[in-house]
């Protein structure tokens, strides 16, 4: 049972260009989040999103915006991409238990800015 | 605001023997501690969290930590580790609500060497 999916693994794209990462929860799921991982392996949050409030982090430019369709999907979208926006992106998705909040990672995608 | 310093960018161990991964936190306020490890390709997965209660936590594949107020720290430690432990290990902070605010440390690569 994968509890979050993401897609592509692997991004290969030229600066200017428009692209987009998809990302799917499972329905069990409370909120969602995009993560931006730099070569450095220095991790930083950008957006949660939890069907009602988005909340972005300051500093993420606004090229970069998450698109929910469906209550299962928060997708990344990045325009004009920059050489700098090469990282590894990871999506996330939460879930309240009896221990508390836990959090899933998808898998990642390592996108390179030629 | 809270933040995280991992001491120890690299930790080379042979196997079987004893590790020690610091981390040292700063915050105004109480906070909740989290250790992720990353293995190679793969998603952030959560190894163990201290809420509240005993200062000393068990987590998943042998790992324990133990929270230090008056040195604000929580050192992962594992007595006897394997091949199979390489991998990258975040300590987090988070103030409180959602774990999607962690604030992450900049990771320690642990390679265990036969």
């Known amino acids: 049972d994968t509890a979050v999916s993401q897609t592509p693994k692997y991004l290969v794209t030229q600066m200017g260009n428009d692209k987009s990462i998809k990302c799917e929860k499972n329905l069990g799921h409370d909120t969602m989040y995009w993560y931006k991982q730099d070569s450095k392996k220095f991790l930083k949050i950008m957006f949660s999103?939890?069907?009602?409030?988005?909340?972005i982090n300051e500093t993420v430019p606004n090229r970069f915006s998450p698109k929910s369709p469906d209550k299962a999907h928060l997708n990344l979208h990045i325009n004009s991409l920059e050489l700098g926006d090469s990282a590894v992106y990871f999506c996330?998705?939460?879930?309240?238990?009896?221990?508390?909040?836990?959090?899933?990672f998808g898998s990642g995608t390592q996108l390179s800015v030629l | 605001a809270q933040s995280v310093t991992q001491l120890d960018s690299q930790v080379p161990v042979f196997e079987e023997a004893p590790v020690e991964l610091r981390c040292n936190y700063s915050?105004?306020?109480?906070?909740?501690l989290f250790w992720y490890v990353q293995y190679p390709n793969q998603g952030l997965q959560l190894l163990l969290k201290y809420l509240s209660g005993s200062t000393l936590v068990k987590g998943i594949n042998g790992f324990e930590a133990e929270f230090n107020k008056s040195q604000t720290s929580f050192h992962l430690r594992k007595p006897s580790v394997h091949i199979s432990d390489t991998a990258e290990y975040f300590c987090a902070v988070t103030a409180g609500g959602s774990q999607g605010n962690l604030i992450f440390g900049k990771g320690t690569k642990l390679s265990v060497k036969p």
């Open positions: 996330a998705s939460s879930q309240e238990d009896r221990g508390g909040e836990k959090l899933f």
């Open positions: 915050s105004s306020v109480s906070v909740y």
């Open positions: 999103y939890n069907n009602k409030e988005l909340i």
